[in-house]
């Protein structure tokens, strides 16, 4: 199976960027869509952003689309989460989860996805 290592948290300051990144080992990581969630203390993780295996498929929450890009690099076995714009309520532990799935193309629903990375800590101050 594959594992997921998430890096690029940080403390930035309102209307700063950030880029993100997942590193994958462990499996052939073109086999697998990739996403990024969120959780923000005392909430529910979210559904942040996907994108199908091969790269030409993405989907974002409504809260963050037009501010963060989701991408990824297969020959490297990396997925980067670039957050432009960041607001207060971005504030959260970002993870990088793997769904395994035939097709090339889909971009899996926030429940799809069954390997997830250790997260790391996004702190936006106002």
């Known amino acids: 199976q594959v594992q997921l290592v998430a890096s690029g948290g940080g403390l930035v300051q309102a209307g700063d960027s950030l880029r993100l990144s997942c590193a994958a080992s462990?499996?052939?990581?073109?086999?697998?869509?990739m996403g990024w969630f969120r959780q923000a203390p005392g909430k529910e993780r979210e559904f942040v952003a996907g994108?199908?295996?091969?790269?030409?498929?993405?989907y974002y929450a409504e809260s963050v689309k037009g501010r963060f890009t989701i991408s990824r690099d297969n020959a490297k076995n990396t997925v980067d989460l670039l957050m432009n714009s960041l607001k207060p309520e971005d504030t959260a532990v970002y993870y990088c989860?793997?769904?395994?799935?035939?097709?090339?193309?889909?971009?899996?629903?926030?429940?799809?996805?069954?390997?997830w990375g250790q997260g790391t800590q996004v702190t936006v101050s106002s």
């Open positions: 462990g499996h052939i990581f073109s086999s697998y869509a």
């Open positions: 994108i199908s295996r091969v790269g030409s498929n993405t």
């Open positions: 989860a793997a769904s395994q799935i035939s097709s090339i193309w889909y971009v899996p629903g926030a429940t799809e996805y069954k390997y």
